[in-house]
Structures are given as C-alpha cells and as structure tokens.
C-alpha cells in the first residue's frame, strides 16, 4: 500500500475515533442532563428533600437530584418544630445539610418556611405557665426565630417561603390560627418584614394550597395591594399545586396565575404532584390535620398502577405542564414535592397507608413513562 493510501487510512481512523469520541460524549451530555435542562428557557424545576435522602450513606438519589433538578425545597427540616422546637434549643444539623448540598450543587436554595400554623410547637404561644402569651411576647418569639433562622442562611438561601397557608378559601378570609389570634392580621406582613430586614436580597413569597380558589385569591390579591401601597415586601406567591387527576379545575387555576401575575408578583408551583387515588368524599387540599379513615377501596393499587389510570395521569401532567409554558413568563419554579413515589407524603394523607404514584420517577428511582411525557414538553 501506497505511503499517501497508508495515510489516508490513518487520517481516516483518527477521523472515525474523534467522531465516535465527540457522540459518546454528547451521548453522556445527554444522558447528564434532567428536567433542569428540558425546561432551562422556561423556569427553574425543583424538588422537595428530605433529611433521610441527605443523611444516607448511598448517594444514588442526591446524584440523581443533582442531574435533574436547579431548585430543592426543605421538605421538613427548617419548619419551626424541626429548627427550633424549644425556645432556646435550634437543630441546625439537618438544614445546614439541606443548605450545603444545595449550595455544593449551585441550586435556587428555598427556606420552608418561617411561619406556619402547623408544625409549629404549642409552647410558642404560650407562657411559662401554659397560658396564651401576650402579643408583645410572640412578636418577639417571631423576630428572633426569623432573624436567626434567615441570618444564618443569608446569602444561601435565595427565596423564602415566609408565611404558610394563613388564608381560608371562598371568601372566609383569614385562617384562625394562633398567629391571627394573638397578633391579629399585621402578624403576615410583620414576618415579610423581618425576613427582608434579615436579608434584603432574598425573595420573598406567600405561600398556599388550592390556590386556584376564586375566594383565596381574591382575598390574597386585595392583601397584596395593600402590601404594596405600604411597602411591605413580598416579591411572590407559592402555589403548592397539591392536584389530582380530576381537580382542580385548570381554568380557575390559570385565572390565579394570572391574578398574581397582574398584581407583578413571580409565581411558584412549590409542592407539585398528582395524586392518582380514590379521594375519600369530596376532599382536596392539604390540611395536614384532615387525615381521613383508611380504607381498602381507597387503596385499589397496592400491586401496581394500571395503564389507564398510568395514561390518565400523563395526559393531567401534559396539561397542567402545558399551562405552565403557556404562562412561562410568570412563573419562576416549578417544584415537585418528593423525587420518587416511595417518599411522597401523598402515600399517607390524606389516608394513611396507602400506595399511591404520584411523582416522576417510580420507587426504584427510575423514570417513569409519565418524566418523559413531562420532559419532552420543555424542549419545545
Ligand atoms: O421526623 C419524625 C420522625 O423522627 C418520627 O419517627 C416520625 C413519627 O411520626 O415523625 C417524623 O416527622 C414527620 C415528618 O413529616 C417527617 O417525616 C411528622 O410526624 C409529619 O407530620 C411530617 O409530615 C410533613 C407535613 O408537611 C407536616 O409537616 C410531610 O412530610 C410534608 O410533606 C408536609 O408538607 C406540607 C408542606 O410543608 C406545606 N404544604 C402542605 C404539605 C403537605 O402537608
């Protein structure tokens, strides 16, 4: 063989390894990338952690976390029972965990959440005698556990969501919790304040369930109006976006985007999921109180989800998600509340002990038909 045929050949091999090189590698790329990359021209894609996914010693899930999402959300351990269950006791362990992973990974870090009617211990609201504290003394239970809890995270945690569930639906305005009770309905922007005083550079939000409730909404847009006359800083709202296969109502959900959207607050969809089981009578929401009695007929998949209701949560996903690009230019985040199935709070609530799928990926952590059918729809 000629010199120069001998050198074609070469040149050619070299040229087919490169090649082969460079497509495995966009290969990899491509098998690197998540939701995260799917939907980057769109909204950051979060999840909710627990302590146990950060505590264990397999790192299968925070690797996987770390691929797919750009956003995580502390499931539990920055509520006040967890951080700060007596008044001069913290548990920092935990959130510092949530924070130094979130940060290791270059993550939209969010603080869950400051004030809250739940989770909260009963001694807050109480003298050393058991009986209710005076409002002066609760204000000042408020602004320490705000100032320290947001301080210590400042410039780590980039939103906040500051206060929790604190308006009732159709109309009724605000929830009595001990907080309305004691401090009356300044207690909300007081703790806007403080989380701003603590770190002006955080975004704040509100944050709720079955937001699309013409009620709740009408009721939070007026505070929100109010808020911004007087300067009170709150920078957006949280849908929890706690939905099923048949509820809510896409419609009045979309007309809460744009409500929120019109008064020139970001939205977040903070606690997504879609729960795919019987609901018992006729409830929606997420009152972690309203646990309901267990049933078999309320559990029908415990051996596995069948393909038409499989189908149907799809086809709910690609609508709902369809929503959301739809409004991308309003909502910051979109955060599904769990990674995998097996960890989901929707298994115990609101019936304890049941088996339901209501997330992307399945119990062993892999994709389920449903993360692809999602995905797809963020490279349009
Ligand atoms: O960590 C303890 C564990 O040590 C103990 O053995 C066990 C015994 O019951 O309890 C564990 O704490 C539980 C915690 O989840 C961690 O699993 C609490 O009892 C339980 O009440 C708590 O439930 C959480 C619930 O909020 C109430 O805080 C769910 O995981 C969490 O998904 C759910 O999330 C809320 C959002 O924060 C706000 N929006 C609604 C959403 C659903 O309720």
Same mark, same amino acid.
């Given at each position: 063989?000629?010199?120069?045929?001998?050198?074609?050949?070469?040149? /050619?091999?070299?040229?087919?390894?490169? $090649?082969?090189?460079?497509?495995?590698?966009?290969?990899?790329?491509?098998?690197?990338?998540?939701?995260?990359?799917?939907?980057?021209?769109?909204?950051?894609?979060?999840?909710?952690?627990?302590?146990?996914?950060?505590?264990?010693?397999?790192? /299968?899930?925070?690797?996987?976390?770390?691929?797919?999402?750009? *956003?995580?959300?502390?499931?539990?351990?920055?509520?006040?029972?967890?951080?700060?269950?007596?008044?001069?006791?913290? @548990?920092?362990? =935990?959130?510092?965990?949530?924070?130094?992973?979130?940060?290791?990974?270059?993550?939209?870090?969010?603080?869950?959440? +400051?004030?809250?009617?739940?989770?909260? =211990?009963?001694?807050?609201?109480?003298?050393?005698?058991? @009986?209710?504290? *005076?409002?002066?003394?609760?204000?000042?239970?408020?602004?320490?556990?705000?100032?320290?809890?947001?301080?210590?995270?400042?410039?780590?945690?980039?939103?906040?969501?500051?206060?929790?569930?604190?308006?009732?639906?159709?109309?009724?305005?605000?929830?009595?919790?001990?907080?309305?009770?004691?401090?009356? =309905?300044?207690?909300?922007?007081?703790?806007?304040?403080?989380?701003?005083?603590?770190?002006?550079?955080?975004?704040?939000?509100?944050?709720?369930? @079955?937001?699309?409730?013409?009620?709740?909404?009408?009721?939070?847009?007026?505070?929100?109006?109010?808020?911004?006359?007087?300067?009170?800083?709150?920078?957006?709202?949280?849908?929890?976006?706690?939905?099923?296969?048949?509820?809510?109502?896409?419609?009045?959900?979309?007309?809460?985007?744009?409500?929120?959207?019109?008064?020139? +607050?970001?939205?977040?969809?903070?606690?997504?999921?879609?729960?795919?089981?019987?609901?018992?009578?006729?409830?929606?929401?997420?009152?972690?109180?309203?646990?309901?009695?267990?049933?078999?007929?309320?559990?029908?998949?415990?051996?596995?989800? =069948?393909?038409?209701?499989?189908?149907?949560?799809?086809?709910?996903?690609?609508?709902?998600?369809?929503?959301?690009?739809?409004?991308?230019?309003?909502?910051?985040?979109? /955060?599904?509340?769990? $990674?995998?199935?097996?960890?989901?709070?929707?298994?115990?609530?609101?019936?304890?002990?049941?088996?339901?799928?209501?997330? +992307?990926?399945?119990?062993?952590?892999?994709?389920?038909?449903?993360?692809?059918?999602?995905?797809? +729809?963020?490279?349009?």
């Amino acid at each position: 063989m000629s010199i120069s045929r001998r050198r074609f050949t070469s040149l /050619t091999a070299a040229a087919i390894a490169a $090649m082969t090189f460079q497509s495995r590698a966009i290969q990899a790329a491509a098998r690197e990338t998540g939701l995260k990359d799917a939907f980057k021209d769109d909204f950051l894609i979060g999840t909710a952690i627990n302590k146990w996914t950060l505590e264990r010693e397999d790192s /299968t899930q925070r690797d996987l976390i770390a691929r797919e999402f750009n *956003s995580i959300t502390a499931e539990n351990c920055m509520k006040w029972m967890e951080i700060h269950p007596e008044e001069d006791r913290w @548990n920092w362990g =935990p959130a510092d965990q949530f924070v130094e992973f979130g940060t290791k990974h270059g993550m939209h870090i969010v603080g869950h959440t +400051l004030v809250w009617h739940s989770q909260v =211990p009963r001694t807050v609201f109480q003298d050393e005698n058991g @009986n209710p504290i *005076s409002k002066e003394r609760l204000e000042a239970r408020m602004q320490h556990h705000i100032a320290t809890v947001v301080d210590r995270y400042r410039g780590k945690i980039a939103i906040w969501d500051v206060v929790n569930e604190a308006i009732e639906e159709d109309e009724k305005g605000w929830r009595q919790s001990p907080w309305f009770k004691i401090l009356g =309905p300044t207690f909300m922007e007081r703790a806007f304040q403080l989380a701003h005083e603590a770190d002006p550079k955080a975004h704040l939000i509100y944050n709720d369930y @079955n937001e699309h409730n013409p009620g709740r909404r009408n009721f939070l847009v007026e505070r929100i109006r109010d808020y911004k006359r007087r300067g009170i800083p709150i920078h957006g709202v949280g849908f929890q976006g706690h939905i099923g296969l048949d509820y809510p109502d896409l419609r009045e959900y979309e007309d809460s985007i744009e409500a929120i959207a019109a008064e020139g +607050l970001a939205v977040h969809v903070t606690e997504l999921e879609v729960d795919v089981l019987p609901r018992p009578s006729s409830f929606t929401g997420a009152e972690i109180s309203a646990v309901q009695q267990y049933a078999d007929k309320l559990n029908p998949y415990v051996d596995g989800l =069948p393909k038409e209701v499989e189908q149907e949560q799809i086809d709910r996903y690609k609508r709902f998600f369809e929503l959301l690009l739809k409004h991308r230019e309003k909502i910051q985040r979109v /955060t599904f509340w769990g $990674m995998h199935d097996g960890e989901s709070w929707k298994n115990n609530f609101p019936v304890r002990g049941r088996t339901n799928y209501p997330l +992307l990926f399945d119990r062993k952590l892999n994709k389920k038909p449903v993360y692809h059918a999602v995905a797809g +729809l963020g490279r349009t």
